[in-house]
């Protein structure tokens, strides 16, 4: 099931009034229905991986409880090693199998040996495989380091790690949020509840007439890529940009709002990463659970930035190559994290990597300074290049785009594919990067407007912009499903 479909909006009103009307006097009621509506939820894709999530479910629960039992370390971390096994192996076998092997074949034929039986297996994808695997391995983690004692109610684990609305495609929870409110009793609130309907209006509006509006221009221009002109690649990459940000943003903003409907409150996703002035601060915005779980989990027990400046150097290149791995099974994507690598270490060497933490661009003015204005750019820039590798099919095609770009500076007119007006996809983004720019401060607030007739000509324009670019042959799942 996926946020954008009729069966969701059929699907959310039935637990919302059970939830609330029928089962508020009961907190394990409550977390049972949760945890039932979850499994449905995930199941309509494919009912047979629910046990990968049960099976998750049960082996971190048991190692949370083993963890903490010893006091001594060398058995904490060997039940530490059973959770990060367990995970990771499911993880490598289902997402990286197929990529080792064929990895290893084409190495092996490059020394002359050609090996004709085929080891890959025909397996699918789990959805959600690497946002739940590490959600539950953050659970081992901070028990291990002691900065969380386990729960003994399986029912509210199971719950945590199942939780309907951010299973298959994040935010990442860490238990001592998520599953503290969990265990805890919720209480009914209109002021959550409508905030939370801002937000799914706000992430629908960003999937549908952003990201499902551009896809068919980006398809078309990728997968023709070596007869288009460089202006129309660089068209091509610059409205991915807006694609994967409105695709996986929206996705998140519907989440988040989804989960205040049950009084639960995720964490923050997405922060307005391109108005990032450098790309420090575009990864302090972009995708914060996963930055922060590799920062937290893999940069820090590396050692840092407390070490010296070569180990440092050497920690970042390592979660960025790792979360280029982490999502996707294919060489692109490790280019891609070896990209922002190098694209982060100046910036951390010139100290400049924590300076925009507490701030956002146009701080104290309306407008931005013309300084911020060209970092802006050329943060936008670095990243949409990196973009390149990011959906592209393979390492050869992505290079074969750069060549092109980098070869024939011809101009053209592009075409929309099924004839719509390009004109009025350029006001769409203008429009969308203002209005984001006027809310850059906040969020989670994306319609927090004073004036009730400012609000209402807002509500007004994103419905009849989602219904004048919505478009019934477009693949309306989530990018970030596939990872």
């Known amino acids: 099931m996926v946020f954008n479909s009729l069966d969701f909006f059929i699907f959310l009103p039935i637990v919302f009034t059970l939830y609330w009307f029928v089962l508020k006097r009961s ?21 047979r991986f629910l046990s990968l999530i049960l099976l998750s479910s049960i082996v971190d629960y048991l190692v949370g409880l083993k963890i903490h039992s010893f006091e001594q370390k060398s058995k904490r ?30 190495m092996i034929s490059s020394f002359g040996y050609e090996i004709k039986s085929s080891w890959t297996l025909n397996v699918i994808l789990p959805v ?8 539950t391995m953050s659970y ?21 790690v199942a939780f309907f609305p951010q299973l298959v495609a994040g935010p990442i929870e860490r238990a001592s949020n998520l599953l503290a409110q969990i265990t805890n009793k919720r209480t009914f609130s209109k002021t959550q509840i409508v905030s939370g309907l801002k937000l799914i209006l706000w992430g629908l509006f960003k999937k549908i007439a952003v990201a499902d509006a551009i896809a068919p221009i980006v398809d078309d221009i990728f997968s023709n890529y070596s007869t288009y002109p460089a ?13 994967v940000y409105g695709d996986f943003s929206g996705y998140s903003d519907i989440a988040i709002g989804t989960s205040k409907l049950f009084g639960v409150e995720l964490m923050s996703n997405f922060k307005f990463p391109n108005f990032s002035r450098n790309v420090a601060e575009y ?17 820090i027990p590396l050692g840092g930035s407390r070490v010296s400046k070569l180990k440092s150097v050497r920690n970042i290149c390592i979660i960025f190559l790792v979360s280029g791995f982490w999502h996707g099974a294919n060489w692109t994507f490790i280019f891609w994290g070896g990209f922002h690598a190098l694209a982060f270490i100046p910036v951390f060497l010139m100290s400049r990597n924590t300076i925009y933490k507490d701030s956002v661009v146009g701080e104290n003015s309306i407008f931005p300074s013309f300084i911020e204005i060209g970092q802006v750019l050329l ?6 290049f990196s973009r390149i590798f990011f959906r592209s099919e393979s390492i050869s095609d992505a290079f074969g785009f750069i ?15 099924m004839g719509y007006r390009m004109l009025d996809y350029y006001i769409l983004i203008a429009l969308f990067v203002f209005y984001e720019y006027l809310i850059r401060k906040d969020e989670r607030s994306p319609f927090e407007f004073k004036s009730r007739v400012v609000r209402f000509v807002i509500y007004t324009l994103v419905i009849l912009t989602m219904l004048l670019f919505y478009d019934d042959g477009v693949d309306r799942s989530f990018i970030y499903f596939q990872f």
């Open 403 to 417: 060549k092109q770009i980098s070869s024939n500076f011809t101009y053209e007119t592009y075409q929309h594919p």
């Open 231 to 243: 202006s129309t690649l660089v068209l091509g990459v610059t409205l991915f940009s807006f694609q």
């Open 27 to 47: 907190l394990k009621a409550q977390n049972f229905l949760i945890l039932i509506a979850s499994y449905v939820f995930y199941g309509l894709w494919d009912w």
């Open 379 to 384: 943060t936008f820039g670095i990243v949409t």
């Open 140 to 160: 081992s983690f901070d028990i291990y380091y002691k900065k969380l004692s386990p729960t003994k109610d399986f029912l509210s684990f199971a719950t945590f």
């Open 128 to 135: 959600g495989i690497s946002f739940y695997t590490f959600q």
């Open 77 to 106: 971390k060997l039940w530490l090693w059973v959770s990060v096994i367990f995970n990771v192996g499911l993880l490598g076998f289902f997402k990286y199998y197929n990529f080792f092997v064929d990895s290893w074949i084409d």
């Open 283 to 299: 990864w302090q915005r972009w995708h914060v659970s996963l930055s922060t779980w590799f920062r937290h989990y893999v940069y």
